[in-house]
Nanobody, 123 residues
Framework: QVQLVESGGGLVQAGGSLRLNCAAS????????MGWFRQAPGKERGFVAA????????NYADSVKGRFTISRDNAKNTVYLQMNSLKPEDTAVYYC????????????????WGQGTQVTVSS
């Protein structure tokens, strides 16, 4: 069982930056692939970025490639999402997710989810 708690969301102007954090419980954090997803009002939850358990492999949605960076610190049981050059269309609730297998882009590929953190980008 893994529990995930996101933090770091907020309100930012277009062009600004935010860093999201996801703290995980448990002693086997490095065994889990981690992903970030987002859901805007009236839209389905969609893939943003993912990272393998060791951190050696990452994957990004085309819409965020070059602007967002996913990373992890296994000693701190934490995964991060650095978001730069934010756009109003990045506004959404951002969710952290975990799974033992690395299936980066699939919502159904993740067994554990956090409660989400709101990111709002004003124009």
């Amino acid at each position: 069982q893994v529990q995930l708690v996101e933090s770091g969301g907020g309100l930012v102007q277009a062009g600004g930056s935010l860093r999201l954090n996801c703290a995980a419980s448990g002693r086997t954090f490095s065994s889990y692939a981690m992903g970030w997803f987002r859901q805007a009002p009236g839209k389905e939850r969609g893939f943003v970025a993912a990272i393998s358990g060791s951190g050696s492999s990452t994957n990004y949605a085309d819409s965020v490639k070059g602007r967002f960076t996913i990373s992890r610190d296994n000693a701190k049981n934490t995964v991060y999402l650095q978001m730069n050059s934010l756009k109003p269309e990045d506004t959404a609730v951002y969710y952290c997710a975990a799974n033992l297998e690395y299936s980066p882009r699939l919502v159904r590929g993740y067994a554990y989810w956090g409660q989400g953190t709101q990111v709002t980008v004003s124009s």
